[in-house]
């Protein structure tokens, strides 16, 4: 999934898919940042438009080089992804970075993700961790959330800090309650370990509302292996139940 572009989309943008495209992209090519990042959007997507990848990828860039930091992040993302151009870790990291130093939380998310896990860039840890408190402090909605859930991980499994699994729930809980599906499963686990199991197969269930299909498979095998019981009887169902609403 991309990052949202616009929290509030002007108002005097069309409803109908087609009627948003055509009139973002006479704004577009009339050089205005916003639309031309928009339509690449819309282009990732095939929103109203043919899907294509390598035109919305073209778009970023032309918004990115007005400033557009969210245009640039997207950049990075389609280096990062594959979209629309060959994968480039190092290209994408330091697109991320450079909007990330200017202040943009899904950018300072997507470097922190990258110096996590060396891609592109030298594995460091600590910058990795700085960046994903500063995107928890400063996000909003779901990046908030996302960012959370990794500084939770980060105390879970003592990676640059003393493992302190209080502090690993307080941010899991943060997550789950931003909407982050990993933040969800993650929360549900630190609540069965406290045996509170009714209310863990409620985020078990929540978290299979909104994750990939990858992500709940995984998670299912999981909760077939758990030494909880609860979660090796009911898990599974619990999640699918979330996926099937979908």
């Known amino acids: 999934m991309a990052e949202p572009l616009l929290a509030d989309p002007a108002a005097c943008i069309p409803n109908d898919p087609r ?71 190092a290209r994408a990291a330091e697109c991320y970075r450079i909007a990330a130093e200017q202040g943009l939380d899904w950018a300072m998310y997507n470097y922190a993700t990258l110096l996590a896990l060396g891609q592109g860039i030298t594995e460091d840890k600590e910058a990795a961790l700085a960046w994903f408190r500063k995107a928890a402090r400063m996000g909003t909605g779901l990046i908030g959330a996302k960012a959370a859930n990794f500084v939770g991980s980060f105390h879970e499994d003592g990676w640059v800090v003393s493992r302190d699994m209080t502090k690993a729930a307080k941010y ?25 199991t009714e209310e863990a197969l409620s985020w078990i269930e929540r978290a299979g509302a909104t994750a990939t299909l990858a992500f709940v498979e995984k998670a299912a095998s999981f909760l077939d292996t758990s030494p909880l019981p609860a979660f090796r009887a009911r898990g599974r169902a619990a999640i699918e139940r979330g996926a099937a609403q979908c």
């Open 19 to 89: 009627e948003r495209a055509a009139f973002l992209r006479a704004l577009a090519e009339d050089g205005e940042a916003e639309a031309q990042a928009l339509y690449g959007q819309l282009l990732l997507d095939g929103n109203g438009v043919t899907p294509d990848a390598k035109a919305g990828f073209a778009w970023f860039n032309r918004a990115a080089a007005q400033g557009h930091l969210m245009a640039l992040n997207m950049v990075g993302r389609c280096y990062d992804l594959g979209w629309g151009v060959a994968v480039d870790k």
């Open 172 to 196: 899991y809980a943060r997550a789950a309650e931003g909407g982050d599906f990993r933040g969800c499963f993650n929360h549900a686990r630190m609540l069965g370990d406290k045996g509170r």
